[in-house]
T-cell receptor
Framework: ETGVTQSPTHLIKTRGQQVTLRCSSQ?????VSWYQQALGQGPQFIFQ???????GRGNFPPRFSGLQFPNYSSELNVNALELDDSALYLC????????????FGPGTRLTVL | TQLLEQSPQFLSIQEGENLTVYCNSS?????LQWYRQEPGEGPVLLVT?????EVKKLKRLTFQFGDARKDSSLHITAAQPGDTGLYLC??????????????FGQGTILTVHP
């Protein structure tokens, strides 16, 4: 059984640029959530996708957007990058039933210069 | 606003010692999860607790969910250097705009010295 995978592993961008991060959910999981983790802090919820629609959003501006595809994989897009967007971006997938258990990928480390 | 407060933030102990990490909130959670995260990697799920008062054991790790489902603790017996890492608690609530969202504590960095 393949776990959650994310790409790329690392990314360096400059202020104002746009970035797309990708996530493949664990086999059998139909829900994908995205989190931002700044250095030394716990992850912060960005949004969740279920059945290709956004199903809950945290306190992040509209320049953070996402997509989910029919195979349950997902993308996180960030426009007009700011220095504070530098963080580890984590994707987590959840099975159809359960207690909202979420299984995380290794993350994408984004650095904005 | 930090809905989940973890303590202590840092813990440095010798191999063989016992330790407890606490996770407290004023909010009720439908479930609470504990994760362990190593540098540069994603959090790895250790356990999910659902019922108030529930106790779960995973080898030398004991997890407890408070009766009111507002707090939790993680106790490690006879810590080993391999236990070193960032321990995170995360609460989930059902219904409304909270559904699907995990609220994380700020984490406890544990270092176990040989």
């Amino acid at each position: 059984e393949t776990g959650v995978t994310q790409s790329p592993t690392h990314l360096i961008k400059t202020r104002g640029q746009q970035v797309t991060l990708r996530c493949s959910s664990q086999s059998g999981h139909n829900t994908v959530s995205w989190y931002q983790q700044a250095l030394g802090q716990g992850p912060q919820f960005i949004f969740q996708y279920y059945r290709e629609e956004e199903n809950g959003r945290g306190n992040f501006p509209p320049r953070f957007s996402g997509l989910q595809f029919p195979n349950y994989s997902s993308e996180l897009n960030v426009n007009a990058l700011e220095l504070d967007d530098s963080a580890l971006y984590l994707c987590a997938s959840s099975p159809p039933q359960g207690y909202n258990e979420q299984f995380f990928g290794p993350g994408t480390r984004l650095t904005v210069l | 606003t930090q809905l989940l407060e973890q303590s202590p933030q840092f813990l440095s102990i010798q191999e063989g010692e016992n330790l407890t990490v606490y996770c407290n909130s004023s909010s009720v959670f439908s479930s609470l999860q504990w994760y362990r995260q190593e540098p540069g990697e994603g959090p790895v799920l250790l356990v999910t607790v659902v019922t108030g008062g529930e106790v779960k054991k995973l080898k030398r790790l004991t997890f407890q969910f408070g009766d009111a489902r507002k707090d939790s603790s993680l106790h490690i017996t006879a810590a080993q250097p391999g236990d070193t890492g960032l321990y995170l608690c995360a609460g989930a609530r059902t219904g409304g705009t909270s559904y699907g969202k995990l609220t994380f504590g700020q984490g406890t960095i544990l270092t176990v010295h040989p």
